[in-house]
Nanobody, 115 residues
Framework: QVQFVESGGGLVQPGGSLRLSCEASGFTFDIYRMRWYRQAPGKEREWIATITTQTGGSTNHADSVKGRLTISRDNTKNTVYLQMDSLKPEDTAVYFC???????WGQGTRVTVSS
């Protein structure tokens, strides 16, 4: 079955960096656009980035993260990444990946930005 396993979250100070990974399985990874979402405490799940099907494909990022968070993928590893730089306290959330058109979600990985 379709599965997503997110990892790489943790506690980081403001201005710090993290790299999230999401390993996908159970479907043909390289024909799906991939997306990252996040859900902050008490808020709705929020889209933050999309990448087209190819490794090194075109990307689109939400204005709130543009220039700081960057999506990428490696189709040889069935994995999508989120490089997170210049982190802010408002980036604190659980981060999820998803394949566009598949209604399946993983457990997410928690990111806490705090001094």
């Amino acid at each position: 079955q379709v599965q997503f396993v997110e990892s790489g979250g943790g506690l980081v100070q403001p201005g710090g960096s993290l790299r999230l990974s999401c390993e996908a399985s159970g479907f043909t990874f390289d024909i799906y656009r991939m997306r990252w979402y996040r859900q902050a405490p008490g808020k709705e799940r929020e889209w933050i980035a999309t990448i087209t099907t190819q490794t090194g494909g075109s990307t689109n990022h939400a204005d709130s993260v543009k220039g700081r968070l960057t999506i990428s993928r490696d189709n040889t590893k069935n994995t999508v990444y989120l490089q997170m730089d210049s982190l802010k306290p408002e980036d604190t959330a659980v981060y999820f990946c998803n394949a566009y058109g598949l209604d399946t979600w993983g457990q997410g990985t928690r990111v806490t930005v705090s001094s």
